[in-house]
């Protein structure tokens, strides 16, 4: 009997042990959760501001347009550049001549004349500049730093004619060089260059990027997501043609806090409404003012609205795949750090912060 009851008691005391370390490694695992999740947060808004961010303070629309004419060994140059992008310049008429050089052969064009002036009721600042070269020009290599001098997503279309020939090349800032050889390209390469033009604008934009980000964090499963993209990107579609035919261009400022509130309230819609249906209403609506940047684009560009639409739907399926099964797999594995959550929140934050700096500026 004696030992029966110690035995009871031995058994008593392990179990009481096993409890006590079972709810000790619970509290430790909890706790490592938590930890993790306010590391995954920090680290998600430091990713955040380092690639949004900056691009809030840029004007998502941010393109100009340059003129380039050859005769011989001359080259002029004739530079468009809206007024709301040098605000911040104290001079900007050398920080946007010296953003342009000219080279041919080898050897840089010397400028021999340059001056810039504002057209308040345009809304352009515009400059002019005259190129000398020692021997005729067949070959142009162009160096552009626009995005530089200005704001860091800011899109640079230059058009180059020589004679008959016409050329056309885009700038940004992963893109600063391009030669232009004045001959006449094919049908191909003509659609090949302006399909690449559009995944261009949609691969090197934060705020495009924002945009299909959004649509992956909305989408519930793999079917909404479908449908989802289908609405943004056949709305985007329509309102780009729409822009580029009638010649209109959209204000600014308008358009960018629209498209900044409809961001911040699809993220209040994924965290506060998780039920919600009808989610595609409000990807066709992002659809609207993206495609106002595009019509924009296009209007500058004088490109062949298909193509460039067509680069467009690519580079766009390509980063919701991406971003899709990147999401998918954060979820599988991390599931407790909610990272679609913890990435609306972050969504809502740089939404209501792009509204808030275009109301402001």
Request: net charge neutral.
């Given at each position: 009997m004696?030992g029966?009851?110690?035995w009871?008691q031995i058994?008593?005391?392990?179990?009481?042990?096993?409890?006590?370390?079972?709810?000790?490694l619970q509290?430790?695992?909890?706790?490592?959760?938590?930890?993790c999740?306010m590391r995954?947060?920090?680290?998600?808004?430091?990713?955040?501001?380092l690639v949004f961010v900056?691009?809030l303070?840029?004007?998502?629309?941010?393109m100009s347009n340059?003129e380039?004419?050859?005769s011989?060994n001359?080259?002029t140059f004739?530079?468009r550049?809206?007024?709301y992008e040098?605000v911040?310049l104290?001079?900007?008429q050398p920080?946007?001549?010296?953003?342009v050089?000219?080279y041919?052969?080898?050897?840089?064009?010397?400028?021999?004349g340059?001056?810039c002036?504002?057209?308040q009721?345009d809304g352009?600042?515009?400059?002019?500049s005259?190129?000398?070269?020692p021997?005729p020009?067949?070959v142009?290599d162009?160096?552009?730093?626009?995005a530089?001098?200005?704001?860091?997503?800011?899109v640079?279309?230059?058009?180059?004619?020589?004679g008959?020939v016409?050329?056309?090349a885009?700038f940004d800032?992963?893109?600063t060089?391009?030669t232009?050889n004045f001959v006449?390209?094919?049908?191909?390469?003509v659609?090949?260059?302006?399909?690449w033009?559009?995944?261009a604008r949609?691969m090197g934009g934060?705020?495009?990027?924002l945009?299909?980000?959004?649509?992956?964090l909305?989408?519930r499963?793999?079917?909404e997501l479908?449908?989802?993209?289908?609405?943004?990107?056949l709305?985007?579609?329509?309102?780009t043609?729409?822009?580029n035919?009638?010649?209109?261009e959209p204000p600014?400022?308008?358009?960018?806090?629209?498209?900044?509130l409809?961001?911040?309230?699809?993220?209040?819609?994924?965290?506060?409404?998780p039920?919600?249906?009808?989610r595609?209403?409000v990807?066709?609506?992002m659809g609207?003012?993206?495609g106002?940047y595009?019509g924009?684009?296009l209007?500058?560009s004088?490109?062949?609205?298909?193509?460039?639409?067509t680069g467009v739907a690519?580079g766009?399926?390509l980063?919701l795949?991406v971003?899709a099964v990147l999401l998918?797999?954060?979820?599988?594995?991390?599931a407790?750090?909610?990272?679609?959550?913890v990435?609306?929140?972050l969504l809502?934050?740089?939404?209501?912060?792009?509204f808030?700096?275009r109301m402001?500026s």
């Amino acid at each position: 009997m004696k030992g029966d009851r110690e035995w009871r008691q031995i058994a008593r005391v392990r179990l009481d042990f096993e409890s006590t370390v079972n709810a000790n490694l619970q509290e430790l695992q909890a706790g490592r959760t938590r930890v993790c999740r306010m590391r995954l947060s920090r680290l998600s808004a430091l990713l955040a501001a380092l690639v949004f961010v900056p691009s809030l303070f840029a004007h998502a629309m941010s393109m100009s347009n340059g003129e380039l004419e050859v005769s011989g060994n001359t080259v002029t140059f004739e530079l468009r550049m809206p007024i709301y992008e040098i605000v911040h310049l104290e001079n900007p008429q050398p920080a946007l001549l010296d953003a342009v050089r000219f080279y041919s052969h080898g050897e840089e064009g010397e400028r021999v004349g340059g001056s810039c002036e504002s057209q308040q009721q345009d809304g352009w600042y515009v400059c002019h500049s005259k190129f000398e070269f020692p021997e005729p020009v067949d070959v142009l290599d162009v160096e552009c730093t626009l995005a530089g001098a200005t704001v860091p997503n800011h899109v640079h279309v230059l058009r180059a004619r020589r004679g008959e020939v016409t050329e056309q090349a885009v700038f940004d800032f992963s893109f600063t060089r391009s030669t232009i050889n004045f001959v006449p390209s094919t049908a191909t390469e003509v659609a090949f260059s302006e399909i690449w033009a559009g995944l261009a604008r949609v691969m090197g934009g934060p705020i495009q990027i924002l945009f299909v980000l959004a649509l992956v964090l909305a989408g519930r499963s793999r079917k909404e997501l479908f449908w989802l993209a289908v609405a943004f990107i056949l709305v985007e579609s329509i309102s780009t043609v729409v822009v580029n035919a009638k010649s209109w261009e959209p204000p600014t400022r308008f358009v960018e806090a629209a498209a900044a509130l409809t961001v911040a309230y699809l993220a209040v819609e994924i965290l506060m409404l998780p039920q919600a249906g009808y989610r595609w209403m409000v990807a066709a609506g992002m659809g609207v003012f993206h495609g106002f940047y595009f019509g924009s684009f296009l209007q500058q560009s004088q490109m062949d609205a298909l193509f460039v639409l067509t680069g467009v739907a690519v580079g766009e399926g390509l980063l919701l795949v991406v971003f899709a099964v990147l999401l998918s797999q954060l979820k599988r594995v991390a599931a407790a750090l909610k990272p679609v959550q913890v990435g609306s929140g972050l969504l809502f934050l740089i939404g209501m912060a792009w509204f808030i700096l275009r109301m402001r500026s």
